[in-house]
């Protein structure tokens, strides 16, 4: 196979992708995307200016007219070749995720597939755009409510899974006939962003309709959301960002569609399947080292069963190879950056500081965080209601199922949940209990599906996408009428 940094600077991944064409930023200020796990120069960006951002949204805009003008089976074709190249591309797309966000080989392929799914379901879109014609009161009128694009999106897509995370709002959002620029995190722009523009050129998507801008917050400011174009923002990150693009966009009156963090519980009652409950919790913390916002960094267990529980769930966080993603027997590769691993150290110690004990404390080698166990933690701690973006868990025992619920819905967050039990029905009635967006029962926090609605509550944000929520998220309706007989008015 070709080597992967040979073929990102054959593709233009160095650039921005604006009006279809692959150009350099026109700063002089410079991104340097490394590698997480040994520091080397993924690639290099001249950063986009504020005029470069003006640009990518004045082509999305005017690219519509001929978006507009493709039927909807040949723009569903489009997604059908955007997939069928993602598949094509595979083992380069595989390198790309271990080396510019180090995930594990299990993770990169693990995102592929949510991104196929992702662009499966976008493909159907073009045949949901529906005309609704509901009875009017006047007989003589006829309604007609058209759903249409917003016209064009903003994206800003963020480190942990990006080209799925980006996709997810892209691809929805293009099949609704919308014109879309992309940021992605300066972590990950090639992931999260200017692959995807290589995957819808090669598909054949009208060129200027997608754009990516490579660019960093202290060189454009708000200019990304404040723009006079984009009536949608679209973002996914932590939630003290997302408080800050929402109140800009509700400032400007665009409509912000907001993924945020999340602290997860899963609940764990006295005659769960133990064997089960500890891989699903295992899984739920530890998947991409933890830097997932479904992740469950609260572990709640019924005290009957929790001695046996912890002992086993510390036994298997202790067993994960952790190491260089490139090798296959690798569980947790690297976090994103050095600053991610630092603060996440910093929680750890702030945790303990308070009060909470240690029943596993994994080595920091550099961007290496080896999983952490804590237990002995009360609500008001901060390991307890800070988000953990990384392999650190907390495990707390509980008496009463009234209890596990109140612990649960003690946080700002609100995004995932399980519960594992072997009485199904009472684990339902449990996950509606839970404040939270999703709740899976005997099952991992950590699940979405193309069709089904994803998004949390409180501070974890608000709306939902996937499915028909995608389609409401980036569609606006407009009603017609025609009164077909003669209209009378009062003056």
């Known amino acids: 196979m070709e080597n992967t940094r040979d073929r990102k600077r054959n593709t233009g991944h160095h650039k921005q992708f604006i009006g279809g064409t692959w150009r350099t930023g026109s700063t002089d200020e410079v991104l340097v995307d490394r590698n997480p796990f040994d520091g080397s120069t993924v690639a290099e960006f001249r950063c986009a200016s504020i005029a470069d951002v003006d640009e990518a949204y004045r082509s999305a805009q005017r690219a519509r007219s001929e978006w507009d003008a493709v039927s909807p089976d040949d723009k569903r074709a489009v997604f059908e070749r955007a997939a069928s190249y993602v598949e094509d591309h595979t083992p380069e797309i595989v390198d790309i995720i271990i080396d510019e966000l180090g995930g594990t080989r299990l993770k990169a392929q693990f995102e592929i597939g949510l991104v196929l799914g992702v662009l499966a379901e976008a493909g159907t879109f073009p045949l949901r755009m529906d005309v609704r014609t509901p009875p009017s009161s006047s007989p003589d009128r006829e309604n007609r409510v058209y759903r249409e694009p917003v016209g064009v999106v903003g994206v800003i897509s963020p480190f942990n899974f990006p080209f799925f995370l980006g996709m997810k709002s892209v691809a929805p959002a293009l099949a609704a006939g919308n014109g879309v620029v992309l940021k992605p995190h300066e972590d990950t722009p090639i992931a999260g962003g200017t692959l995807v523009a290589e995957v819808f050129e090669a598909a054949g998507l009208p060129a200027g309709l997608l754009n990516v801008v490579i660019t960093e917050i202290p060189?454009?400011?708000?200019?990304?959301?404040?723009?006079?174009?984009?009536?949608a923002i679209s973002f996914t990150g932590s939630s003290e960002v997302g408080r800050h693009v929402a109140e800009v966009a509700v400032r400007n009156l665009k409509k912000p569609v907001l993924e945020l963090g999340g602290n997860s519980a899963l609940i764990v009652l006295a005659?769960?399947?133990?064997?089960?409950a500890v891989n699903a919790a295992?899984?739920?913390?530890?998947?991409?080292?933890?830097?997932?916002?479904?992740?469950?960094?609260?572990?709640?267990?019924?005290?009957?069963?929790?001695?046996?529980?912890?002992?086993r769930y510390v036994a298997k966080a202790a067993s994960l190879p952790v190491g260089d993603p490139r090798d296959p027997?690798?569980?947790?590769?690297?976090?994103?950056?050095?600053?991610?691993?630092?603060?996440?150290?910093?929680?750890?110690g702030r945790g303990i500081a308070e009060g909470a004990?240690?029943?596993?404390?994994?080595?920091?080698?550099?961007?290496?965080?080896?999983?952490?166990?804590?237990t002995g933690v009360t609500p008001e701690m901060s390991v307890m209601r800070?988000?953990?973006?990384?392999?650190?868990?907390?495990?707390?025992?509980?008496?009463?199922?009234?209890?596990?619920?109140?612990?649960?819905?003690?946080?700002?967050f609100g995004l995932s949940?399980?519960?594992?039990?072997?009485?199904?029905?009472?684990?339902?009635?449990?996950?509606?209990?839970?404040?939270?967006?999703m709740v899976h029962v005997n099952d991992s926090?950590?699940?979405?599906?193309?069709?089904?609605?994803?998004?949390?509550?409180?501070?974890?944000?608000?709306?939902?996408?996937?499915?028909?929520?995608?389609?409401?998220?980036?569609?606006?309706?407009?009603?017609?009428?025609?009164?077909?007989?003669?209209?009378?008015?009062?003056?």
């Open 445 to 491: 926090t950590i699940a979405d599906e193309p069709n089904i609605p994803f998004g949390g509550e409180k501070q974890s944000g608000f709306g939902r996408v996937n499915g028909d929520w995608s389609l409401d998220a980036f569609t606006t309706v407009r009603w017609v009428s025609v009164n077909r007989g003669r209209a009378h008015f009062p003056y």
């Open 282 to 311: 295992v899984f739920s913390r530890f998947t991409h080292q933890g830097q997932v916002c479904m992740s469950a960094s609260r572990v709640l267990v019924h005290r009957d069963v929790f001695d046996e529980f912890a002992s």
């Open 417 to 437: 949940g399980a519960v594992h039990t072997s009485d199904l029905d009472k684990g339902v009635e449990l996950a509606r209990r839970l404040h939270t967006g």
């Open 271 to 276: 005659d769960a399947d133990l064997d089960v």
């Open 219 to 231: 060189v454009i400011g708000d200019a990304f959301v404040e723009h006079p174009v984009p009536r």
């Open 386 to 412: 800070e988000e953990l973006f990384g392999p650190v868990a907390c495990l707390v025992p509980f008496d009463t199922e009234d209890e596990a619920v109140a612990i649960a819905n003690d946080t700002p």
């Open 357 to 374: 004990e240690v029943l596993l404390r994994g080595k920091v080698d550099g961007t290496l965080f080896h999983p952490t166990v804590l």
């Open 329 to 348: 027997d690798t569980v947790l590769g690297p976090l994103i950056n050095q600053r991610q691993a630092d603060r996440l150290a910093e929680q750890v």
